[in-house]
């Protein structure tokens, strides 16, 4: 019996009520942090009980965020609201990827190991480079590259960056994006944040590398740290349409739609009897495979 297939009704995708539901189809849970786990400062009711049921089954749980910082830095501050280590097998953050690829593959993304950068963002996201030979200037005439890490203090608003990122374009530099995610929610106030800048770069023409949801290194570095399994038997839960489920669906795997996550005041204004259907298909958007109001068992 193959539970996705056989809960799917006629709206084109699964309308689950726990995770229970799943958890026989699939061998692994690439699961979201902020929005699924917690909502920054607090967990949400179920969400570590239903990550404790996954583990005692034997499923494998992998934490896939678009933090910006790094692995060991998101594990220390997610220990601090109540996912401990023990909860998960490993987490793969979106500044993790950054820097293994700045790492690994700068000469393929056509910067010299010892390049200079200018890094758009709050002082705190300065260590995302820290033990790599890149060298930071506060000068755009001497850097080969922009690091855009989020929002600078003081600078709030998109319109705080046009000069920035003309001056930046006019020399033809290229960026480096640490976090894809266009809206940020901070003390119930949405916002932006990186990937709303590095949009905004990318619209006058300059040019972008993203790393994290929804492109695929963050997807392949996790598959790669799996117990060997067909990518049938991965789940991906999240609640952003485009990094969590487009980017699962863009690497193959099936996905659950969190609810009660980013979207949960635009699923309530939709009403009707298939407010997230409809969420999805306005915006051209592929069905997740399933749909559940929060993640809990």
């Known amino acids: 019996m193959n539970q996705r297939r056989d809960a799917t009704d006629s ?14 189809a699939y061998d692994a849970f690439l699961v979201d ?19 404790e049921r996954l583990r005692a089954l034997g499923r494998s749980v992998v934490v896939l965020t678009n933090t910006l910082r790094r692995a060991s830095t998101v594990s220390r501050e997610i220990e601090k609201i109540g996912i401990a280590p023990r909860h998960y097998d490993f987490l793969v953050s979106a500044g993790e990827v950054t820097y293994q690829m700045l790492a690994m593959k700068a000469g393929q993304l056509g910067l010299a190991e010892d390049a200079a950068f200018y890094h758009v963002g709050p002082p705190r996201s300065r260590e995302l480079l820290c033990g790599l030979p890149f060298v930071e200037t506060d000068s755009l005439e001497e850097c080969a590259f922009l690091l855009i890490t989020g929002l600078v203090p003081a600078m709030e608003q998109m319109s ?11 020399r033809g530099l290229p960026a480096i994006c640490a976090n894809p995610d266009v809206v940020a929610i901070r003390a119930g106030k949405r916002g932006g944040c990186a990937g709303t800048i590095a949009v905004a770069y990318q619209k006058l023409g300059g040019d972008v590398r993203f790393f994290g949801k929804p492109y695929p290194e963050i997807y392949e570095i996790a598959i790669d740290r ?16 485009h990094t ?22 635009q ?22 495979t399933a749909s559940i109001d929060r993640f809990c068992w």
């Open 11 to 24: 709206r084109g995708y699964a309308r689950i009520s726990g995770v229970r539901q799943l958890a026989d």
């Open 33 to 51: 942090s902020y929005g699924v786990l917690h909502d920054g400062g607090a967990l949400y009711a179920g969400s570590v009980d239903c990550l």
């Open 160 to 170: 705080d960056y046009d000069e920035l990122l003309r001056a930046a374009r006019a």
């Open 226 to 241: 799996l117990p060997v399994t067909a990518r049938s038997r991965i789940l991906c839960v999240g609640d952003a349409l």
């Open 244 to 265: 969590d489920i487009g980017g699962a669906q863009g690497a193959g795997l099936d996905s659950l739609f969190v609810e009660s996550g980013i979207h949960h005041e």
């Open 267 to 288: 699923i309530a204004a939709e009403g009707g009897t298939d407010p997230v259907g409809f969420l999805f298909r306005s915006r051209h958007q592929r069905l997740p």
